[in-house]
Each structure stands twice: as structure tokens, then as C-alpha cells.
């Protein structure tokens, strides 16, 4: 028996991307096995550990909590999504580089969107709002300290480059 | 399938109701659907209704559209103004991508009986109106939460609005607190309260209530009129407070034992009456 198919138009990182899907597929699943952005990770699949957040509409959202044909008509932002146009890191990747913001890499995509979440609204958060900001984000390698300085320092470059 | 508006929803709900699950923000159903928990034969996704997103303040009550997002509400400060206690008690609500995404019709409607505003709905005696291609019912919120994941909600009707009734008197406080393992989890116990405080500094009015202690969330305003006419000293406060946990009935599980939500539940009620009287007693 064929799944009924259901036509969607979603722009993906700036790219208008058109595809037929079943009622059932995730947004995450979509976009790693349909468009092979595997930026963004599958974790516990029921919304508890934020791997998979996206922007959607430009706010992070759990991409496991969706289905795709709810994203049809609207705006998605995945980990790809935040590199710069020419593909190196933004100041917020680069960040998590310079002060060791992952270890194992997982939570990585998950925390880079609600990170940068954080700094399109509230430019110089402070610790408070950075833990409250990624406190929707799982890391098993419990390496919060350097991702919350990473975030910080991010804040800090991007304001002298203001 | 999409809904474009709150008649079609209600014209495919009297088709097929028993079929059909309403999705919202997808928060609680998602995962129950991942779980297998939950297995719908259909959704209707009521995401694009935009007659469905609105908080409109009139002069007793404020009206909010059941698929407006957590995180609007929260944002909103005239709302804030008008019944304080929702923001107190979404600050409590899962993250920010939960929030941004869930919605305020979708928790209540949902009914966990650990979770946030169907306390504060319970506490404020919101009335959820349910809509159905028979027309419009109005139904109370101690009338509406019938059991764990259980409501008054019948399978051809959709949850439209949800009406807050604004406290009229001129000085009141509000807090809403609870305890869970990690902040954003299912509350073990959560606790809010609303006090009203008149010139002399003696409480006027008041109500307060328990989640996560039981089959739903629990208000208890024959307790709360034992506060009427008192300054809410510890003592009357912590008798009302234990007389209130007494009428409890929660589980036991891995993460708490039946009596110490009791004993929580006594202390966070407590908790959130002395803090809310303060509020409303340094109102100018």
C-alpha cells in the first residue's frame, strides 16, 4: 500500500526547497535523509534533548516535534544555515572552536540555535539568560562551562564588530 | 490534514471526532506519538488558523485564542499587567523551543496534571470555551480537568478560547513556584496562589492551588477563605497550607515518594500565599 504523498515548499538556509512527503516524516528526518543536511542530529526523538533544535520562522524550534508538511510555507534555519555565505564558521561557531564548546560534537548543532536564539534577541545576555537560553539542551559530556563562555564570547566579538 | 479555520476543524471533527486528534504546537502530542503512547488515525493540524491567535483584554476578563504560542504570551506585557500569574507560571513551561512552538491551548487542553497553566487555570478560575458545528459551550475550569490527559473536551468539539477573569481589586499578588528535578521538567509538586490586600492590610480575597499531587491539578478556595480578613500571618498561612496537601492523592514513582510531595506540596503552598501577599501588600 502507497503512503498518500502531500506537496510542501519550505526555504531551506535561504533556498526554496519543494518535495512530496508522507504526513508522518519530521522536519529532522526530512532534512537529513530527504536533503542530507546532517548538520542537524537526531537524539531522543520525543523533545526532551534539543539536538535537533532549528530556527523555524527564525525562532528555535525542536525539528522532532514537527512534521514536515507543517513546515510547508515557512522559513527554516538549520546548524548549515549559520555559516557564513562563502561556508566558513560564523563568529558563534567560531567560538565554540576558540574556547572548546563541544567535546563528543553531538549537542553541538542543537546548541549553536539556541545560542544564536539568544544573541538575535538579547545581543550581550547575561550568564543567567545564556543558561536559560541552552537549558532546552542536552550535553552527556556535560561541558556546559565552556559553551556558556563560548556564547559569551561571541557576544563580545560580535559587539566590537558593531 | 491543515484546518484553514476553526469552522472547518469543527466540520471535520463532526465527521469523523472519534478519528481525529487536534494538533497544535505538538509539545505533549509528538512525543506521545513517538512513544506510541498515542496513535491517531488522523491529525488536523490547527497551526494556520489565525482567528485562533489573539489575546484580546476587555474589562473583567482577557481573552487568548487557544493556538496563541507560549512564548507570545509570555512576551506580552499588558497581559502580564492583567493576570501576572500566567507569566509566573510560563516561565515554568518546558524551554524556549518548547514555548515557541507550544501553545496555550494545546497545555490546557493536554490536561498533565503536573503542568503549569492548567494549575494557573484551576488557581484564576479560567473557563475554556469549546467550540463544535452546534455551537459555542462555556466550560469552568474546575468543571473541565477531569483526570490525568482527561477533559470535559467531547471528540467533535475543538478548544477555541480560554477566558482569564481579571482581578478587580486594586492591590494583588501572585506567585507561582514548584519543584522538579531539573528547571523544565514535570513539576514533582507546583504550587500558586492569588492574593487580593485591602487599605488595612488585611487579604480580601484569595485562592490557591497544587499541581502534580493528583488526578488534575487542584484549587482550594474553602481553604482560601480561612485567609479572608487575616494579615496572613506564618501561622494561619502553614495551617491552610497543610490542610490543603492533607486533601492530596499523589503517586509514588522513582523520582518522590507520596509523602514527601505532601510534605512539599504543604511547603511551596505556603510558599506562594506569603509571597503573593507581600506582592500585594507593597502595592502603593
Given amino acids: 500500500m502507497s503512503e498518500t504523498l502531500y506537496p510542501i515548499s519550505v526555504e531551506v538556509n535561504g533556498v526554496e526547497r519543494k518535495a512530496q512527503v ?3 516524516l519530521s ?25 535537533c533544535s532549528i530556527m523555524l520562522d527564525g525562532e528555535p524550534v525542536r525539528s522532532c516535534l514537527m512534521y514536515a508538511v507543517q513546515a510547508d510555507g515557512h522559513r527554516v534555519t538549520t546548524v548549515e544555515g549559520l555559516a557564513q555565505p562563502d561556508g566558513s564558521l560564523s563568529v558563534l561557531q567560531d567560538s565554540f572552536c576558540q574556547l572548546h564548546g563541544l567535546q563528543c560534537g553531538y549537542c553541538t548543532p542543537g546548541m549553536l540555535i539556541a545560542a544564536q536564539g539568544l544573541l ?16 532546552g539542551n542536552l550535553c552527556r559530556c556535560t561541558g556546559y562551562q565552556q559553551i556558556v563562555d563560548a556564547v559569551k564570547h561571541a557576544a563580545a566579538r560580535l559587539a566590537v564588530k558593531r | 490534514m491543515r484546518a484553514g479555520s476553526v469552522a472547518e476543524a469543527c466540520e471535520l471533527l463532526r465527521q469523523d471526532g472519534d478519528a481525529i486528534k487536534l494538533i497544535a504546537g ?36 482577557v481573552r487568548i485564542g487557544a493556538c496563541t504560542r507560549q512564548c507570545v504570551l509570555e512576551q506580552n506585557d499588558a497581559l502580564a499587567a492583567r493576570v501576572p500569574l500566567l507569566r509566573q507560571a510560563l516561565a515554568w513551561v518546558g524551554h524556549v523551543q518548547t514555548r515557541n512552538r507550544g501553545t496555550i491551548g494545546g497545555s490546557v487542553a493536554h490536561a498533565d496534571p503536573a503542568a503549569e497553566l492548567p494549575l494557573a487555570a484551576q488557581v ?19 468543571a473541565f480537568f477531569a483526570g490525568p490527559l482527561a477533559t470535559a473536551i467531547e471528540p467533535h468539539e475543538c478548544l477555541e478560547e480560554i477566558h482569564w477573569p481579571v482581578w478587580s481589586e486594586h492591590r494583588i499578588g501572585s506567585a507561582f513556584t514548584e519543584v522538579s528535578r531539573r528547571h523544565g521538567d514535570f513539576a514533582i509538586v507546583a504550587a500558586a496562589a492569588q492574593i487580593a490586600v485591602g487599605d488595612d492590610g488585611r487579604c480580601i480575597r484569595a485562592n490557591f492551588g497544587l499541581g502534580g ?22 501561622a494561619v498561612v502553614q495551617s491552610v497550607a497543610q490542610d490543603a496537601a492533607v486533601e492530596l492523592d499523589p503517586g509514588n514513582d522513582l523520582h518522590a515518594s507520596a509523602g514527601y ?13 506569603r509571597t503573593a501577599y507581600e506582592l500585594a501588600r507593597g502595592k502603593p
Fill in chain 1, 22 to 24: 508522507p504526513a508522518r
Fill in chain 2, 124 to 142: 484564576l478560575g479560567a473557563r475554556m470555551m469549546l467550540r463544535s458545528t452546534a455551537g459555542v459551550r462555556c466550560v469552568p475550569a474546575e
Fill in chain 2, 213 to 234: 499531587g493528583g488526578q488534575t491539578p487542584l484549587a482550594f478556595p474553602g481553604l482560601a477563605a480561612h485567609l479572608l480578613g487575616t494579615r496572613m500571618d506564618a
Fill in chain 1, 120 to 135: 538575535d534577541t538579547t545581543p550581550c545576555p547575561t550568564d543567567e539568560q545564556i543558561r536559560e537560553a541552552i537549558g
Fill in chain 2, 26 to 61: 505538538g509539545q505533549s502530542l509528538v512525543p506521545m506519538m513517538a512513544m506510541r503512547l498515542a496513535r491517531p488515525s488522523r491529525l488536523v493540524d490547527i497551526n494556520e488558523i489565525a482567528a485562533l491567535k489573539f489575546v484580546a483584554l476587555e474589562p473583567d476578563i
Fill in chain 2, 261 to 273: 510531595r505532601k510534605r512539599l506540596a504543604a511547603v511551596l503552598a505556603a510558599r506562594t500565599l
Fill in chain 1, 27 to 51: 522536519v529532522v528526518d526530512w532534512l537529513r535523509e530527504e536533503l542530507r543536511l546532517t548538520g542537524t542530529h537526531v537524539g531522543c526523538e520525543h523533545g526532551i534533548c534539543g539536538a
